[in-house]
């Protein structure tokens, strides 16, 4: 083989790991496009879960809103429970001493 053959054998070779290469390229980036179809449908997915995240977000806020109002109302109700019972307790004692009075 003199130097012009190696020199056109190699020029072949190496057109042929181009191409090879260029095609194998091309294939990797036709199988792994993204479809418009696909990239609307992560989209609306972005969105849903957007708005599913807003809506938490309101019930999260509306049960700590709750949650205060039910410790606010519980605490009137204690706080009047032992008010009635004080009272209770008071008036025991002064129908004990009217009985203690009387007999």
Known sequence: MNRTEFIIATAIILFVAFA?????????????????????????MSQELHEAEETRDQAITYLQQRESELTNQLSQTEAELSA??????????????????MG
């Open 84 to 101: 009635a019972m004080d009272g209770l307790r008071d008036a025991r004692l002064e129908a004990e001493e009217l009985r203690g009075r």
């Open 20 to 44: 090879a290469g260029w095609f194998a390229n091309w294939l990797v980036h036709r199988f792994t496009r993204v479809k418009q179809s696909d990239v609307a449908d992560l989209d609306r």
